[in-house]
């Protein structure tokens, strides 16, 4: 059963709100504004989501209620997987099943030239319901 790999929400979107709106006004930067470094990183990380989706499964026959787990991974510009960790706190099988989907989705290409940097590390929240793909997001 595929995981959906979906981007971690705003630990309190409320506060961040509140906070925008007491702040003085200041210019969004437009999407046309992105230095080709900014859009090659925003690529990249789109693409790595789209593998861990694809590859990171629940094992079959484990009963498990669904959960979230966080998994922080760092990527050298060679495109091999530095470091990964992930936590739950609610199944180790699921953690084991984030895991073996990083394994399963690396090496990673590596990254394009517009980005200069040695690693770039990502986070990412792999949701998981029962009957339903996991989610992997950004």
């Known amino acids: ?12 979107a409320a506060e961040s709100v509140r906070q925008d709106e007491a702040a003085p006004a200041k210019a969004e ?5 992105l230095t080709p470094a900014d859009f090659a990183r ?3 990380k789109q693409m790595v989501r789209a ?15 669904g959960g979230r787990a966080r998994l922080r991974l760092t990527i050298t510009r060679e495109g091999q997987v530095a470091s ?4 739950s706190g ?13 394994t399963a989705a690396g090496p990673f290409p590596a990254f394009p030239a517009e980005l200069s940097v040695s690693q770039e590390t990502y986070e ?9 793909a996991a989610s992997v997001s950004p």
């Open 1 to 12: 059963m595929p995981v959906r790999v979906v981007s971690a929400p705003l630990a309190n």
């Open 29 to 33: 930067p437009s999407p046309s504004l």
């Open 42 to 44: 925003f690529r990249y």
């Open 51 to 65: 593998r861990l989706q694809r590859a990171i499964l629940y094992p079959r026959g484990h009963a498990f209620e």
């Open 84 to 87: 990964a960790s992930c936590t």
């Open 90 to 102: 609610e199944s180790p099988v699921f953690e084991e099943s984030v895991m073996a989907g990083v």
């Open 124 to 132: 990412f929240l792999v949701a998981y319901t029962p009957g339903a």
